[in-house]
């Protein structure tokens, strides 16, 4: 063992898989995992990565997910913004030449997004009522500075939520205009094509999306 620096992580698991979510999914990919999280989601599907793991230098992330192969990596959670050495991390993966992407709640509580270099693409859950988390918990106020390059999610656990959702992007009062958005329906509380055929009927200028990884293996078990 080292002596922990401020920039060590403390990391669940790292492994190679396809991307499941996001605007880059079905890309083959390393997801470096980091522990910890303080919200508690009602459609969370990463509950073993509250606790647990092992403290990584920067370093010896940078070795193992360059022994995976993957261009693209994954940098998730929890929270990963919850440690302060993720933005060294993140930094030090765009240094190594990789497609850098970035999930992250959104939510008070943690780094800003304006902490994450430039060059990661920045993948925010904006959290739905559904989620159990309430409207004051998302840092409304850091959303702005987000980009093209960047990415909104939106997982609707009912038609409560796709309505909360849907009016969020139609008021264009909240969201930066020329972030990409993305609808996704709650793993066994939502019908994907209740979902689908609600964005038809109302013309929504959104990407419908299905999360892959679970579709390839709805056992759970998501990597090589």
């Known amino acids: 063992m080292h002596a922990q620096t401020p920039d060590d992580l ?10 499941g979510e996001s605007t880059e999914a079905g890309r083959p990919c390393a997801i470096v995992r980091l522990t910890g999280c303080h919200r508690r989601c009602s459609y969370c599907d990463s509950a073993h990565a509250f606790a647990g793991g092992e403290t990584l230098a920067v370093a010896r992330i940078l070795a193992e997910v360059g022994a995976l192969g993957c261009r693209t ?12 050495g993720c933005p060294a991390l993140l930094a030090a993966l765009l240094g190594d030449g990789r497609r850098t992407v970035l999930e992250t709640s959104g939510t008070r509580g943690a780094l800003p997004l304006s902490a994450v270099p430039v060059g990661v693409r ?15 918990d998302v840092a409304w106020d850091q959303l702005g500075c987000l980009d093209a390059g960047d990415e909104l999610k939106f997982v609707c656990c009912d038609r409560a939520d796709y309505e909360w959702s849907r009016d969020l992007v139609r008021s264009g009062s909240r969201l930066p205009p020329a972030t990409p958005v993305v609808f996704s329906a709650a ?31 709805p056992d759970g078990e998501r990597r090589t």
């Open 73 to 84: 990596v994954l940098v998730t959670g929890g929270e990963p913004l919850l440690q302060p």
């Open 122 to 136: 920045r993948v925010v859950d904006v959290k739905t009522p559904g989620s159990g988390l309430r409207e004051r």
């Open 10 to 19: 403390i990391v669940r698991e790292i492994y190679r898989t396809i991307l």
């Open 187 to 217: 793993e066994g509380l939502l019908p994907p094509a209740s979902l689908a055929g609600w964005l038809v009927e109302d013309g929504l200028d959104v990407r419908f999306q299905l999360q892959l990884h679970k579709t390839l293996w």
